[in-house]
């Protein structure tokens, strides 16, 4: 989806800088596109010329053929203005206003002159000036988006020296009946003109009313999952960067539907500066749950080992401290993740600070102190999660996991960390849940992979089948990951390693992102 911002109201009093941005930018494309068409036919009017044996090269320097180089450069500035730096509403208003009265003024004469040095007997030269101020003001029309009311005041705008030059030039009647005529003619012009930017103008209402969700509007698809659709999308008031993700009633059912409401207001409780935050959450009229969240342009863990490798002991041994951080107030206030996974953790550099990990998407979260409320809604019974970080008691028991299942999957992601591989590798579901009950994992250094002892005794801690041989919480983990024997990873290392990577591959705002917080699209297991 691209932008949806109203631009049109730019054309009035409007400060959106989507919309600003938008007619800016239309701006600039009637400008090239109007270069282009009037290159075109400076170029095919000296040929014609030439060859008609009307003129020789002196006429590339006509009356007729300044006047055109004349309109080609404004429209040439217009081209350049709108295409640099941003522009307030008020100059914007000048330069749509200027470059179509300008060169449409210009090409007038052109085709006076033209018409006059081609045939000197015709006497309704004036129609050709006509044709070709038609032809702009319905371009732009068509190009730019304004109101109706300030569409009709560019093209009279451009009509007037139109009428003014077809009276003063020579043809049959008074000047008063042929500069009548040529009003009459460009009103009609004007009329269509106006007509098709109100019904530009009307759709792109319907479209910016479909796409706004109370006081936020979607600007673009950030990604697609089995659950919904996650949106780039703008507040009507504040300015901060948001998430909106809408849920699709047809995947989740109405008890589904049901339960993530209940999630959101369970999950909007967390502040912990590693947890993504839930800024708002809501139903549409017509029925679709949406909430919106912090949006953040940066790596999930799933990319970033994919792209980049397996990562350094440090590094690794920082980014799981954060993790434990956001766990450790989840588990605090009895709110287990379930589906804690490396594409639902994304890194990014942020206030100037490198290797800042959030946890995302907390939609299988589980209050363990069953104070939620309504137990009509709750997954009792089913097995949530993604198959390669599920604990053995998400399989065996689902109705019983506790926060000791979350510390499985997070030593599940260290391990993909730390080795470019899953604990177990399986071809099916069944395969892997068996894996996760009675498999002994390999351990990282068994893979050629250098590990710290101490490290790896933690990661291999996390991934015990019993709950009670795991680390005792996630504060203690973090605790005994700091005191490990990992190394320190400075903020000099992190800001060493993202100035290389934005060097070599510019950050695309949120693509990695679109798959993280879309992410339930990935396989779950059910039953």
């Given at each position: 989806?691209g932008?949806?911002e109203?631009a049109?109201?730019?054309a009035e009093?409007?400060?959106s800088?989507?919309?600003r941005?938008l007619?800016?930018?239309?701006?600039?494309?009637?400008?090239?596109?109007?270069?282009l068409?009037?290159?075109?036919g400076?170029?095919?009017?000296?040929?014609?010329?030439?060859a008609?044996?009307?003129?020789?090269?002196?006429?590339l320097v006509?009356?007729?053929?300044?006047?055109m180089?004349?309109a080609i450069?404004a429209l040439l500035?217009?081209?350049?203005v709108?295409r640099?730096g941003?522009?307030?509403?008020g100059?914007l208003?000048a330069?749509?206003?200027?470059?179509?009265v300008v060169?449409a003024?210009?090409?007038d004469?052109?085709?006076?002159?033209?018409?006059?040095?081609l045939?000197?007997?015709?006497?309704s030269?004036?129609?050709?000036?006509?044709?070709?101020?038609?032809?702009?003001?319905?371009?732009?029309?068509?190009?730019?988006?304004?109101?109706?009311?300030?569409?009709?005041?560019v093209?009279?705008?451009?009509?007037?020296?139109?009428?003014?030059?077809?009276?003063?030039?020579?043809g049959?009647?008074?000047?008063?009946m042929?500069a009548?005529?040529?009003?009459?003619?460009l009103?009609i012009?004007?009329?269509?003109s106006?007509f098709?930017?109100?019904?530009?103008?009307g759709l792109?209402?319907?479209?910016?009313?479909?796409?706004?969700?109370?006081?936020y509007?979607?600007v673009?698809t950030?990604?697609?999952?089995?659950?919904?659709?996650v949106?780039?999308?703008?507040?009507?008031?504040?300015?901060r960067?948001?998430?909106?993700?809408?849920?699709?009633?047809?995947?989740?059912?109405?008890?589904?539907?049901a339960r993530?409401?209940?999630?959101?207001q369970?999950?909007?409780?967390?502040?912990?500066?590693n947890?993504?935050?839930i800024y708002?959450?809501?139903?549409?009229?017509?029925?679709?749950?949406?909430?919106?969240?912090?949006?953040?342009?940066g790596?999930?863990?799933?990319?970033l080992?994919?792209a980049?490798g397996?990562?350094?002991?440090?590094?690794?041994?920082?980014?799981l401290?954060q993790?434990?951080?956001?766990?450790a107030?989840?588990?605090?206030?009895g709110?287990v993740h379930?589906?804690?996974?490396?594409?639902?953790?994304?890194?990014?550099?942020?206030?100037?600070?490198?290797?800042?990990?959030k946890?995302?998407?907390f939609g299988?979260?589980?209050?363990?102190?069953g104070?939620?409320g309504d137990?009509?809604?709750?997954?009792?019974g089913?097995?949530?999660?993604?198959?390669?970080?599920?604990?053995?008691?998400a399989?065996s028991a689902?109705?019983?996991?506790?926060p000791a299942?979350d510390?499985?999957?997070l030593?599940?992601?260290?391990?993909?960390?730390?080795?470019?591989?899953?604990v177990?590798a399986?071809?099916?579901v069944?395969?892997?849940c068996?894996?996760?009950?009675?498999?002994r994992?390999v351990?990282?250094?068994?893979?050629?992979?250098?590990?710290?002892?101490?490290?790896?005794?933690?990661?291999?801690?996390?991934?015990a089948?019993?709950?009670s041989?795991?680390?005792?919480?996630?504060?203690t983990?973090a605790s005994?990951?700091a005191a490990s024997?990992?190394g320190a990873?400075?903020?000099?290392?992190a800001?060493?390693?993202w100035s290389?990577?934005?060097?070599?591959?510019?950050?695309?705002?949120d693509?990695?992102l679109?798959a993280t917080?879309?992410?339930?699209?990935a396989?779950?297991a059910s039953?």
């Amino acid at each position: 989806m691209g932008r949806v911002e109203d631009a049109s109201d730019l054309a009035e009093t409007s400060s959106s800088d989507g919309g600003r941005a938008l007619l800016q930018s239309r701006l600039a494309l009637f400008g090239r596109v109007m270069v282009l068409l009037t290159l075109l036919g400076y170029a095919m009017t000296n040929l014609v010329t030439l060859a008609s044996g009307h003129g020789g090269v002196e006429e590339l320097v006509s009356g007729s053929s300044l006047a055109m180089l004349g309109a080609i450069v404004a429209l040439l500035v217009v081209w350049l203005v709108a295409r640099g730096g941003p522009l307030p509403p008020g100059a914007l208003r000048a330069l749509d206003l200027l470059g179509m009265v300008v060169p449409a003024t210009l090409l007038d004469v052109m085709a006076l002159q033209l018409s006059l040095d081609l045939r000197p007997d015709l006497h309704s030269r004036h129609l050709v000036m006509l044709l070709v101020t038609t032809n702009m003001a319905i371009a732009r029309a068509v190009l730019v988006p304004s109101r109706p009311g300030w569409t009709a005041t560019v093209g009279c705008a451009a009509a007037l020296p139109a009428i003014v030059l077809a009276a003063a030039a020579d043809g049959p009647g008074e000047p008063q009946m042929r500069a009548a005529y040529a009003f009459t003619w460009l009103l009609i012009a004007v009329m269509t003109s106006t007509f098709a930017s109100r019904v530009i103008y009307g759709l792109r209402r319907r479209v910016r009313e479909a796409t706004r969700l109370g006081r936020y509007t979607l600007v673009e698809t950030l990604g697609a999952g089995g659950m919904g659709v996650v949106y780039r999308a703008e507040h009507a008031m504040l300015r901060r960067p948001t998430a909106v993700k809408l849920l699709d009633l047809a995947e989740v059912g109405e008890r589904g539907l049901a339960r993530f409401e209940r999630e959101v207001q369970l999950t909007a409780q967390l502040t912990h500066p590693n947890t993504i935050a839930i800024y708002d959450y809501g139903r549409t009229p017509d029925g679709v749950f949406y909430y919106a969240m912090e949006l953040v342009d940066g790596l999930d863990l799933e990319a970033l080992v994919r792209a980049h490798g397996p990562q350094p002991a440090a590094r690794v041994a920082h980014l799981l401290r954060q993790a434990c951080g956001s766990l450790a107030e989840a588990h605090e206030a009895g709110l287990v993740h379930r589906d804690i996974k490396p594409s639902n953790m994304v890194v990014s550099r942020r206030a100037g600070q490198g290797d800042v990990l959030k946890v995302l998407d907390f939609g299988l979260v589980k209050d363990v102190r069953g104070e939620s409320g309504d137990e009509r809604v709750s997954t009792h019974g089913m097995i949530v999660g993604t198959p390669l970080y599920l604990s053995p008691e998400a399989i065996s028991a689902p109705e019983n996991v506790g926060p000791a299942s979350d510390l499985y999957a997070l030593g599940a992601v260290a391990y993909w960390l730390l080795t470019g591989s899953p604990v177990f590798a399986g071809t099916s579901v069944v395969e892997l849940c068996a894996s996760h009950l009675s498999e002994r994992p390999v351990a990282p250094s068994a893979r050629g992979v250098i590990v710290p002892p101490r490290l790896e005794a933690l990661v291999m801690a996390c991934l015990a089948k019993s709950p009670s041989d795991r680390p005792a919480s996630a504060a203690t983990l973090a605790s005994a990951i700091a005191a490990s024997d990992s190394g320190a990873w400075t903020q000099h290392d992190a800001d060493a390693w993202w100035s290389v990577r934005e060097r070599a591959e510019p950050i695309v705002a949120d693509d990695a992102l679109a798959a993280t917080i879309a992410s339930d699209g990935a396989p779950k297991a059910s039953s």
